[in-house]
């Protein structure tokens, strides 16, 4: 079987690739402009450009896929050329062409907003898009309800698989599957070099860690309060005003490889507490033995439990009204997060280790 996965979604694509390769599949990773994002994506094995004057380039290598790949793992972005879609010219084309020739697509989302209009979300939250700046009025950029429904437009037709972790709106056809963690660079006990090594302010002080990637967009806008961090903030200083040795270890714009340093550090993880499912940070650190706190809708727990079985996620579910409660449990019951931390390794080395997860994807592709 041969696989072209196409467009980054973090690192994902470039692990899945490499594991899927590992255990004897044809498979490649197609980017965009990776110079920009390498960091942050580890590469590909094709880099292209989006720009218009990438087009021939870019339709020569098209040919040549289109006759080679069985499967197109299309991850967030619905297309081969994002010129075209983005200029909203002959957008579809390329996976009309990829079906005619008899191949398959997979349809694999990324983010709150590829598979979910803002609207939807709102009728099952109405907070959690305003909580987000991006969505304020459903009008910028990717944050929309135009802009989900031109994502799905033509992926609706087409898509022989969906994958998605929250099975609503054009998901709820979805299948779940677990996203890749390097374990042996997440491995606990990794070798902190110098320059990255935390400074506590206070000695013996529990350090609970809590990342976002960015707290802007790329074009500049307020990512707001995206993944509760106004909340860690305020429950860490209540915390200490009760005389709790804690310090919030607030770290962004890190890329991952680095960010592991301090991940490792960290006693008590704080993930996410807005959307409502576990993300790749969570993952890492789970995958690093850390107790994780993380908010997971019903929505989300129901999706994983068709995976995993009656195999629980090891992640003590949070929400903002239970934040202060469940991290003071943490800093106080040191036996627990122990316990914690030990499961979430052996969880993540079961499920989020590279090639446990390809085997999963290459097992969905063979249904296809």
């Known amino acids: 079987m041969r696989i072209l996965h196409i467009h980054h979604a973090l690192y994902l694509p470039r692990l899945i690739t490499r594991a899927m390769r590992e255990l004897g599949a044809d498979a490649d990773f197609l980017d965009f402009d990776v110079k920009r994002v390498k960091e942050f994506t580890w590469g590909s094995d094709f880099d292209m450009s989006a720009a218009p004057w990438g087009l021939p380039r870019l339709a020569l290598f098209f040919a040549r896929a289109i006759k080679h790949y069985d ?47 803002p609207s939807v979300w709102k009728g099952i939250d109405p907070d959690f898009c305003r909580i987000c700046k991006q969505t304020q009025g459903d009008i910028y950029a990717f944050c929309s309800d135009e802009y989900t429904i031109r994502l799905n437009k033509y992926m609706q037709r087409y898509a022989d698989l969906k994958i998605s972790a929250i099975k609503l709106d054009f998901a709820r056809d979805a299948i779940y599957l677990p996203a890749p963690v390097e374990t042996e660079l997440w491995s606990p006990g990794i070798k902190i070099p110098e320059e990255h090594r935390y400074k506590e302010k206070k000695a013996g002080s529990i350090k609970i860690y809590h990342g976002v990637g960015s707290s802007v967009t790329g074009n500049g806008v307020s990512r707001g309060n995206i993944k509760g961090t106004e909340w860690v903030i305020e429950v860490v200083k209540r915390l200490k005003e009760e005389g709790h040795n804690v310090e919030l270890m607030h770290i962004t714009s890190m890329p991952n490889r680095t960010l592991r340093y301090y991940q490792a550090q960290a006693d008590i993880v704080a993930d996410q507490f807005v959307m409502g499912a576990v993300g790749q940070n969570g993952r890492e650190c789970m995958a690093l033995g850390k107790p994780v706190l993380a908010y997971m809708r019903k929505e989300f727990l129901d999706t994983i439990s068709e995976y995993h079985g009656s195999e629980e996620l090891p992640v003590l579910n949070t929400d903002r009204e239970s934040l202060y409660y469940n991290l003071k449990r943490l800093i106080e019951d040191e036996g627990l997060r122990r316990r914690l931390g030990k499961s979430s390794r052996e969880f993540a080395e079961k499920w989020f280790e590279p090639k446990a997860a390809a085997r999963s994807y290459l097992n969905a592709y063979e249904t296809l």
């Open 71 to 117: 499967v197109f793992h299309f991850w967030a972005k619905p297309y081969v050329f994002p010129f075209l879609f983005h200029a909203r010219v002959l957008f579809g084309l390329d996976l009309k062409m990829i079906k005619k020739a008899g191949k398959k697509i997979v349809w694999h989302s990324d983010g709150c907003f590829a598979m979910t209009r």
